[in-house]
Every structure is written in C-alpha cells, then in structure tokens.
C-alpha cells in the first residue's frame, strides 16, 4: 500500500470550546441553472438530508454550502480567498489549485469508475472521433471534464488541437448542441436524447484508464486547527457512503439526486454499469493513489499545470481510517490495486 494509515482518531490537544462558528462547503459544481443542489455523489446525498447540520446543530456550528456553476476554478478561487473549508473537487482543478500552492488535505474519494460521453448533435453525421476531427468540440475547460477529454483523446491519437476546442459550462453546452452551434461536446447524452436534441456518440463506460476521480478535500489551515471538526465531518460522511452505496437505496438516491435538475432517468443511465460500492468508494487505496499520480502526470503532458506536483503528503488518510473503525465499515468497500481491478474480497458483504 502507498499510504501510511493512522488506525485511530486524530489527537486533539484543544479545548473542547475551540469550535467554529461555521463550516464552509464548496461544492465543484451546481445544478440546472445554477440552483444550489447537485446530484451523484454521496456528499449531494448529505447535503439534501442535512447531515451535517444535524451533527453540529448542537455545537450551535453552522454549515454553510456554496455550489459553484463555475465549478472547479471556482472553488479554487473560493480557497485561494479564505472562504472554503471543505470540498468536493475533481481531480485536474485540484491538481492546478495545488501546483500554483493552494494548501489542502485529501480526506477521501467522492467518484470513481464513472463513464465519459462524447454527445453530438441529434443529426450528426459522426460515427467516431475520427469524423469529428477538425469540428467544433466543446469541453468544460479547467475542470475534470477535460483531463477526462484529453485521456479519450490520446487514447485515440488526437490532441485537443485536432479540434476546434472551445470551453462551455454544463448548461451552455447543452443549449449549444440543441442548438446546433457546436458540433459534440463531453457531456452525457440522455436528457438530450430524450428531448431528441442529441445523440451519444462515444462512450468510455466504467474504463480505470479513463476515468476521472473527484474527492473530499479540507483546507491545511482548518485542519491543523480543529482536527477533531475534521474527524466528525469525515465520520459523518462516511455514514451517509455506507448508505448510498447500498443497492437497496438506489433509486431513492436517483429521485434525492433529480432535484438538482439533471433527471432520474440520466442518473439511473450513467450509474447502470457499475455497483454502488465501486462507483462511490471513499477508500484511499492502491487504484487511488495511482490514478491521482496519473492524473498529475497527464495534467503536465496536456499542458493544463505548469509545476509538477508531490501527492505524497497531499493525503491525510487517518480520518478516514478512523470513521471506518469507528463505524465497523473496515471491509465494506472492495479495494482496487492500482491497475483498477479487485483485490481480495471485502470483509464485511453487508
């Protein structure tokens, strides 16, 4: 294993009165129209049920969540200016926040194993990559959406230079394909399809090679001040993961997540091909921490950062590794090795 893991609770050397007055969330992203609830992950999932308010409701902390359109530079910015604590972030734009020297901590995975679409018009003549090159392609650029492109794209022996690559937020792009002003984009092509504005033109499923990752960040400065804050989000968090991943309450969570705008049917379509426990794994472990060394490589192979990054202190796994033992989940998630496939069966199967 790569990681060191601290089996026990961080010590906590402060008063039990050292307490925030409020815990600030940022989220990398936003919903339909920029409304303040997001879908797919076991953190949208707390969000909606309020657990976190919940647990601190009685410390009198408030916590205070601020869903980004402008996803994951956004956040970054939000960190840069003092005014995030905690996030959820994919995997380049907290790549980029850390080589230009934003201090974070990774507290667990958020996504993995998810697929990646390439979405064209509803008359596009495209059957391949191939027949888009030279085409007007659209991307969120600066998010995990384009390391994601880039991935599919060498894969294939193409740059983002062999099309006519221009940058759309979620909702503008998919206007611009209804509308016909874009050729494709990477975006998923259900609710498209189902207005019969678009059509999938390429799809990656749940591949380890391609996939991006999105985590579970705290910010250096919040965490060395109140650790034991730190723990009782993570544990709480990791509750709320035991529960999405559950299959018996899948579609309960596609109905929670719908309210953000995106619909059921899109959700129940991009999570069909891989189980819950897989797709919403919070474990630091062998896939992970390769994946995010890939990452960072590939991030510097594109041109995206400028400064390599060291992901070995980056981690701070003993949070983690406390909520799973104080909540009898060790086992519960299958660990991956670092080519993306299974090790030895989970322990706990319930």
């Known amino acids: 294993m790569p990681l060191a893991v601290a089996q026990d609770r961080p010590t906590q050397d402060r008063s039990a009165h050292d307490k925030p007055k409020v815990i600030r969330i940022s989220y990398a992203s936003a919903g339909t129209g920029g ?17 976190l308010e919940k647990e601190f409701a009685r410390d009198g902390i408030k916590v205070q969540w601020t869903f980004n359109p402008g996803a994951g530079p956004a956040t970054n910015e939000q960190l840069a200016n003092g005014l995030a604590d905690f996030a959820v972030h994919g995997d380049l734009p907290i790549i980029i926040g850390c080589s230009t020297g934003l201090k974070t901590k990774i507290l667990f995975s958020v996504a993995r194993f998810g697929p990646s679409y ?20 659209a991307v969120f650029k600066g998010t995990a959406s384009q390391l994601a492109l880039g991935r599919i794209l060498k894969k294939h022996g193409f740059t983002e230079r062999d099309f006519k690559t221009v940058s759309m937020d979620g909702d503008t792009l998919r206007a611009a394909i ?40 705290v910010s250096e400065e919040f965490e060395k001040k109140y650790p034991d804050i730190v723990q009782r989000v993570t544990t709480a968090l990791v509750r709320v993961a035991a529960w999405s991943s559950d299959e018996q309450n899948r ?9 953000s705008g995106t619909s059921y049917y899109e959700y129940q379509k991009t999570f069909a091909e891989t189980p819950l426990r897989w797709r919403l794994s919070p474990l630091l472990d062998e896939y992970f921490f390769e994946n995010l060394k890939k990452s960072i490589v590939q991030a510097r192979e594109f041109r995206l950062i400028r400064r390599d990054v060291d992901p070995g202190h980056w981690l701070a796994p003993q949070y983690l590794a406390a909520a799973l033992k104080e909540l009898k989940l060790e086992g519960y998630w299958q660990e991956f090795d670092t080519a993306g496939k299974p090790k030895s069966p989970r322990v706990a199967q319930n």
């Open 251 to 259: 579609q309960a969570q596609y109905k929670l997540w719908s309210n």
């Open 178 to 217: 209804a509308t016909k002003d874009v050729d494709a984009g990477f975006i998923a092509p259900f609710d498209l399809e189902a207005r019969g504005v678009g059509k999938l033109l390429y799809s990656t499923g749940p591949d380890p090679d391609l996939t991006s990752q999105s985590v579970f960040w």
């Open 35 to 51: 409304r303040p609830i997001v879908g797919g992950s076991v953190v949208a999932t707390a969000h909606q049920q309020g657990v």
């Open 118 to 137: 390439i979405t064209g018009t509803v008359d596009s003549p495209a059957k391949s990559l191939e027949d888009l090159k030279g085409k007007r392609l």
